[in-house]
């Protein structure tokens, strides 16, 4: 009945190479399974290229426009050269929603290690190709346009801030997004569980069974959100790294 207890990573393979824990473990496990699945809509859906597609292939078509297109209208059709990127990022966050909501599996995106290596990834890209491409130039999206001389160094400041941020705020949205639903199903589940014994009150057990489904529902609707909302993110970024000035 622990709601925490889900989320421990939990050792299958025990590896210590050089005395470093490498270690097979069930949240590894479960990134290869949905690396696995992204792979296989992908490659599966696509291998047919029908006229008229079929399930799978009108899936793989649609979740390919749907992140081209968000990629385009944030960062311009000079952001595309970042589509696979985004749209690896987008598949993965997905899944590992997704898959996480099936009873009994491991949340890898309710773990603030993986969320956190995620938003790194993005915010390192976002600065070595604004580097590589624009110079010292990059160092403009700290310093608006416009600004008087006096309070340049404040919102210099302030936008450095702002910028260091930003890979807190990208994981720790869907980190915390992930592990309250997960919690609060967790819990509602110990609530049926605990009146299916209590007697008499058995009776009023399905309040809060019809409380998981629906919560199910909006869970499923969260986990797809949020896998928006972070490749959508990442566009804003690097959008950035590709158009630094203000």
């Known amino acids: 009945m622990d709601p925490i207890h889900q989320f421990k990573v939990e ?24 690396i696995l699945a992204a792979s296989a809509l992908m490659i599966v859906g696509t291998s047919s290229r029908s006229l008229i597609p079929g399930r799978l292939q009108s899936a793989a078509e649609m979740s390919y426009e749907f992140v081209a297109n968000t990629v385009r209208m944030t ?7 970042f589509f696979p990127f985004v749209f690896t990022l987008f598949l993965f966050v997905f899944f590992a929603n997704i898959i996480g909501v099936i009873p009994y599996s491991f949340s890898v995106t309710s773990q603030i290690i993986v969320t ?51 890979p807190i705020s990208l994981s720790v949205r869907l980190f915390a997004n992930m592990l309250a639903g997960h919690i609060t199903l967790k819990v509602l589940g110990g609530f049926v569980a605990a009146l ?29 959100l949020q896998a928006y909302v972070f490749a959508i993110l990442t566009c804003v970024y690097l959008n950035d790294a590709i158009h630094p000035g203000h």
């Open 196 to 224: 299916l014994g209590a007697g008499a009150y058995a009776i009023v057990a399905p309040l809060p069974l019809i409380g998981i489904v629906v919560l199910t529902g909006f869970e499923l609707f969260v986990a797809a």
């Open 11 to 34: 050792p299958i393979i025990s590896l210590h190479p050089f005395g470093i824990d490498a270690s097979f473990t069930n949240s590894s496990l479960f990134m290869l399974i949905i």
């Open 116 to 166: 956190f290596a995620l938003a790194a990834l993005v915010i390192g890209m976002v600065i070595v190709y604004g580097v590589i491409r624009h110079g010292t130039h990059f160092l403009g999206l700290f310093v608006p346009s416009g600004v008087a001389p006096a309070l340049l160094p404040f919102i210099a400041l302030i936008e450095v801030i702002s910028f260091a941020s930003r």
């Open 75 to 81: 960062s311009g059709q000079d952001g595309m050269r």
